[in-house]
């Protein structure tokens, strides 16, 4: 490679700021953080400031035109997802776009025509993979440890954890409410751990029981008139192998815990629970016991978020197929949408 890559951030709110400047920063052997953009021109100016970037936008297709841009991070609120990404892809640069990967599946398959037509890479914000833990089940997964999965359960539930900032409550900006913010993250590990993006049929349901009245919240505080997402969402899906994934998510849910984020798969020969903070529990049969397995946490020097972007970056210099396929991010929107609209229509959903 001859020289660094020059990288532009578009949307530099939240995680823009806590995981992908200091994800790039990490890597500033490799990057240069370039240029930024947001619709909020303060924001992007002061960000600029701090980090000494020199060109800032409010327009992201200013952004992209930049010639010397190589890759570029979608960071804004879900509904500029497609349309960022799609240009920045025209554009030809790579692309690492957060999570959900747009507002609705047919906005995600167009983001994967146009990444299919641009040569670049694309990849989702599923930092959530690059657990260690995480890794370490994928590898007893495909050795073949497991055996058939047939059930696994996604599980994204808060008990007073509503994010009262930004655009999260706007179902005009967002699409959604905790589904498509913390729901999508428990789904893309439980497929990614079943090896299974082939959902058949879906019953979901939504609900908003308790942020309609008004209540206390962790998050900060919310008007209830402004809040027009789910607080809670479950679904269940039958893949196309006969698999069961079950889905429950929720920012405000009467739940003993804060917070249970994480997955469970049960297979023929062994089952785990992942549940963030906690050892990952294997329970299988050998030596004529069933044997319960607290697995000691590995460490990585790294947060999931920094070794996203690390590994993104190896992917762009290396030319190698970044973990989070845009593909498998499509299978997520599309279990999604698909829990929405078996609420609307009290159908199951067939997914085409
Ligand atoms: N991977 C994760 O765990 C994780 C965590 C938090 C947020 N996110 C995702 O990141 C995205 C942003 O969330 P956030 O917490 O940073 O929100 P935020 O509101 O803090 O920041 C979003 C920024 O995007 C800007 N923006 C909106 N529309 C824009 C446009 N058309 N062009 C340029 N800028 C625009 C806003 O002005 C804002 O500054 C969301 O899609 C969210 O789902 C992912």
Redesign the pocket.
């Known amino acids: 490679m001859s020289g660094k890559l020059k990288v532009g951030i578009?949307?530099?709110?939240?995680?823009?700021?806590?995981?992908h400047i200091p994800g790039y920063l990490n890597v500033s052997d490799k990057v240069e953080i370039y240029a930024l953009?947001?619709?909020?021109p303060e924001?992007?100016e002061k960000r600029a400031k701090e980090l000494g970037v020199e060109h800032v936008f409010?327009?992201?297709n200013d952004l992209v035109a930049m010639e010397e841009i190589d890759v570029v991070s979608?960071?804004?609120?879900?509904?500029?997802?497609a349309?960022?990404t799609i240009a920045a892809l025209e554009a030809g640069k790579h692309v690492i776009c957060?999570?959900?990967m747009a507002k609705t599946a047919e906005e995600a398959e167009e983001m994967i025509k146009a990444y299919k037509k641009s040569g670049k890479l694309l990849t989702i914000?599923?930092?959530?993979r690059f657990d260690p833990e995480i890794q370490a089940l994928k590898r007893h997964i495909e050795a073949g440890d497991f055996g058939n999965i047939y059930y696994a359960k996604a599980i994204a539930t808060r008990r007073r954890g509503v994010?009262a900032?930004?655009?999260?409550l706007n179902l005009e900006?967002?699409g959604g409410g905790p589904l498509?913010?913390?729901g999508?993250?428990a789904l893309d590990l439980t497929l990614y751990l079943m090896n299974n993006h082939e959902p058949d049929v879906v019953l979901g349901s939504s609900y908003n029981e308790i942020a309609h009245k008004g209540c206390l919240n962790n998050w900060g505080d919310f008007d209830p008139k402004d809040y027009q997402v789910e607080d809670a969402a479950f679904g269940l899906v039958k893949m196309k192998n006969g698999a069961t994934v079950s889905l429950e998510t929720s920012w405000l849910m009467n739940i003993m815990e804060d917070e249970i984020f994480g997955t469970e798969v049960y297979g023929s020969k062994a089952g785990a629970v992942f549940h963030a903070g906690k050892p990952v529990t294997i329970v299988n049969e050998a030596y004529d016991r069933v044997n319960v397995n607290q697995v000691v946490r590995r460490n990585s020097n790294l947060n999931?978020?920094q070794a996203e972007i690390a590994h993104f970056i190896d992917c762009v210099i290396q030319g190698k197929e970044p973990l989070v396929k845009p593909e498998e991010a499509l299978a997520v929107m599309k279990i999604q949408d698909a829990i929405y609209k078996s609420q609307k229509t009290k159908q199951a959903i067939k997914i085409v």
């Open positions: 578009i949307g530099v709110g939240g995680i823009a700021k806590g995981a953009c947001d619709i909020i924001r992007a409010t327009d992201f979608v960071c804004t609120s879900n509904y500029a997802h349309p960022a957060e999570k959900p914000g599923y930092q959530w994010p900032r930004g655009d999260f900006k967002q498509v913010d913390i999508t993250h999931g978020y």
